[in-house]
């Protein structure tokens, strides 16, 4: 039987941390502040803004919210980004996704600052990830990679393999991973042998986006396995990627959904929004050799 990763309590912690450390800026005169853009009235980015900014209050981050009407154009979302880009007061900016087909989410992406770009998703940022740089790396593999070091498991030399290509889970996650020297196999819709491959792996991330994908059967005896996945069902609950029943038996570590990776994709940005206030960012890199 699994041991059950608490991403609920992880996540809690990285927020008490973090407030204690906003709390000792704010006496020193530094209030920090985060700015979220959403285009258009899409319930579910309502939601994930929502518990943003709570998460915000918890911490004691201001949070500015820049709710864009579904009609704009492109000119007006890179006007607001370019002047929270120049305000001083503002340290993290966050465009919610998606947004309306007919504005290009590449270049606002772009045009988010990179020492601002608490998402991790300039193109700046992704590249320096691939380099092995210090730099803002995506909530949600952040979120992973930090799971996996609360819990002392070990990357090095391990065989990894991440299901889903995306650019804002997959690949970056590849990319972590590989940073702390694991093996790692990458595998998307066109993978054939996918059986083959999860059955080698130590350690599994599954960000698939279809429920109860990835089944015990297909995964070795005590490997790790983490679901990024949020399917929601009919019934208005939510399910993972895994099959949590069947995958806890073999698995050694599981994260479950929901109470697993979700929670800390939003103490990811929190802790962003943090380094970016300070500048934190250093030369360090990893190994490439
Ligand atoms: P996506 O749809 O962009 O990507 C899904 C990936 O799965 C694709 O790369 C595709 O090639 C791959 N795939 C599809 N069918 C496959 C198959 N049969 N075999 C192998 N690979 C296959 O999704 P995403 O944005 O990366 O999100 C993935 C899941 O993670 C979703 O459920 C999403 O809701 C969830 N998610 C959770 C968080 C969080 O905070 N926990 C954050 C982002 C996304």
Redesign the pocket.
């Known amino acids: 039987m699994a041991t059950i990763i608490n991403g609920k309590e992880v996540a809690q912690k990285i927020r008490n941390n973090l407030k204690e450390e906003v709390t000792e800026l704010k006496k020193n005169g530094k209030i920090l502040k985060f700015a979220v853009i959403m285009v258009g009235d899409n319930s579910a980015s309502k939601i994930y803004i929502k518990n943003k900014s709570k998460a915000c209050e918890e911490v004691g981050i201001d949070c500015e919210e820049y709710i864009l009407d579904s009609n704009i154009q492109m000119k007006e979302l890179l006007d607001l980004i370019n002047t929270l880009n120049e305000r001083e007061d503002i340290h993290g900016i966050l465009l919610q996704s998606p947004i309306p087909k007919h504005l290009d989410i590449d270049e606002a992406f772009r045009t988010i600052a990179p020492s601002k770009d608490v998402d991790g998703f300039n193109p700046v940022n992704v590249g320096k990830l691939c380099l092995g740089q210090d730099c803002f790396i995506a909530?949600?593999p952040s979120?992973v990679m930090k799971l996996l070091e609360e819990y002392n498991i070990e990357i090095e030399g391990k065989n990894a393999v991440v299901?889903?290509?995306?650019n804002?889970?997959?690949k970056p996650m590849l990319q972590c991973l590989l940073n702390k020297n694991a093996t790692v196999t990458i595998?998307?819709?066109?993978?054939k042998n996918?059986l083959d491959i999860t059955k080698n792996a130590d350690i599994i991330v599954a960000?698939?986006?279809?429920e109860k994908?990835l089944t015990g059967d297909m995964i070795k005896e005590g490997s790790v396995v983490i679901d990024?996945?949020?399917?929601r069902l009919q019934d208005g609950t939510i399910c993972?990627?895994v099959d949590f029943e069947s995958a806890k038996e073999k698995a050694s570590y599981i994260t479950p959904v929901p109470g697993g990776?979700?929670p800390?994709?939003v103490a990811m940005l929190m802790s962003n929004i943090v380094k970016a206030s300070n500048g934190r960012l250093s030369a360090k890199q990893v190994p490439s050799e």
Request: aromatic share 4%.
């Open positions: 909530c949600t979120g299901i889903g290509r995306s804002i889970v997959g595998c998307h819709s066109k993978t996918l960000a698939v986006g279809k994908f990024v996945g949020i399917n993972g990627d990776v979700g800390m994709t």
